[in-house]
């Protein structure tokens, strides 16, 4: 098969098109021919050298793709040639095929073509496992969420109006403000001309905050929680490291969660598959929450797609596309 390389860490370009060797899936694993997958952050990580994907994982990168069951382990009982699915990766996704655990596995929702379900499992495992396992996010409570144009920031913006709570979003431009009105947001806050932290004070602060910065967001973000708030970050794209003010902490009776995803044990990813099935699923299939994608680019042509992530122009996702599919 054909996947992308990382031929050296570096810029956008070390990406190649290559031939590599077909993967061997094992008992308990899924082989899947790829029909697309989608851009995150860690993509453009680990092509730095800077985030590897998890022991056992494909070398290639792509956390999520979407596509068809080509045949399936001796152990698996829930899957079957033809099914079309997406699903959840620690690498690999960035191939023409790959070999995926059944647990991680979801089956394409009946409101989406099989291109735009690539776009759904990080964002909608993230988005759940954080926001509501972790954060427990209540209807009537307000969700802050940073990047709200962004992949997991529109699944978001979407899910908790969907589930009763009302939001509020961090974007950089107006016009990535109105997208993200449009899905559902409440309260629009452009970072680039207004204080976050002033507007949630003002709205009696967050119950929930999710937040992609990390260190440079950190005091305000403690500052723009409501009493018995919480705080999940799921990001450092601010920085690694801040100064923490644990009396303000305290005073809020508030909670800080950090997590990734990626490199969790199986049994944990999937049982947030699992949960995003039973709890998500039903709103996808249902049309109440859709995928939203920027762009679709040929797999061929990923250092242009992660050119224009690093640049921050895209709302939503944006999408490789396996040859076959370009073809089509």
Same mark, same amino acid.
């Given at each position: 098969m054909h996947a992308i390389v990382i031929t050296e860490p570096g810029a956008p370009e070390v990406l190649q098109w290559l031939e590599v060797p077909d993967p061997e899936p094992g008992p308990d694993d899924v082989l899947v021919q790829v029909a697309a997958s989608a851009l995150n952050?860690?993509?453009? =990580?680990?092509?730095?050298?800077l985030y590897p994907p998890p022991p056992g994982a494909p070398p290639y990168p792509g956390m999520e793709c979407s596509g068809t069951v080509i045949s399936t382990g001796a152990?698996?009982?829930? /899957?079957?040639? #033809?099914?079309?699915? *997406?699903?959840?990766?620690? +690498? #690999?996704?960035?191939?023409?095929?790959?070999?995926?655990?059944?647990?991680?596995?979801?089956?394409?929702?009946?409101?989406?073509?099989?291109?735009?379900?690539? !776009?759904?499992?990080?964002?909608? *495992?993230?988005? /759940?496992?954080n926001?509501?396992?972790?954060?427990?996010?209540?209807? +009537?409570?307000?969700?802050?969420?940073?990047?709200?144009?962004?992949? @997991?920031?529109? =699944?978001?913006?979407?899910?908790?109006?969907?589930? #009763? !709570?009302?939001?509020?979003?961090?974007? +950089?431009?107006d016009d990535k403000l109105a997208r993200c009105v449009a899905l559902g947001a409440d309260i629009a806050i452009n970072y680039k001309s207004q204080d976050f932290a002033k507007v949630m004070r003002q709205e009696g602060g967050a119950d929930v905050i999710l937040d992609i910065m990390g260190g440079s967001y950190l005091h305000r973000n403690i500052e723009a929680l409501a009493v018995n708030g919480r705080l999940s970050v799921i990001g450092s794209q601010g920085g690694r490291r801040a100064e923490l003010d644990l009396l303000t902490l305290m005073g809020?009776?508030?909670?800080?969660?950090?997590?990734?995803?990626?490199?969790?044990?199986?049994?944990?990813?999937?049982?947030?598959?699992?949960?995003?099935?039973?709890?998500? /699923?039903?709103?996808?299939?249902s049309g109440q929450v859709k995928p939203? @994608?920027?762009?679709?680019?040929?797999?061929p042509d990923a250092a242009q797609a992660h050119q224009r992530l690093a640049e921050s122009g895209h709302t939503g996702k944006i999408l490789l596309l396996a040859p076959h599919k370009v073809e089509a």
């Open positions: 952050r860690a993509d453009l =990580m680990q092509r730095q050298g152990d698996v009982t829930q /899957w079957h040639p #033809g099914d079309e699915v *997406c699903a959840l990766l620690g +690498g #690999g996704g960035y191939a023409e095929q790959v070999a995926v655990p059944q647990g991680q596995l979801l089956p394409k929702p009946v409101s989406t073509t099989l291109i735009q379900a690539a !776009a759904l499992p990080e964002a909608a *495992c993230t988005v /759940w496992s926001v509501f396992q972790l954060a427990k996010l209540k209807p +009537g409570e307000l969700l802050l969420v940073h990047g709200g144009s962004s992949g @997991i920031g529109t =699944m978001a913006i979407q899910l908790a109006k969907a589930t #009763g !709570a009302r939001v509020a979003c961090t974007a +950089g431009s809020k009776r508030a909670s800080i969660f950090a997590t990734t995803l990626r490199a969790r044990p199986a049994a944990e990813k999937n049982a947030i598959v699992q949960a995003v099935r039973d709890n998500v /699923w039903p709103l996808i299939d939203v @994608i920027d762009t679709e680019l040929p797999m």
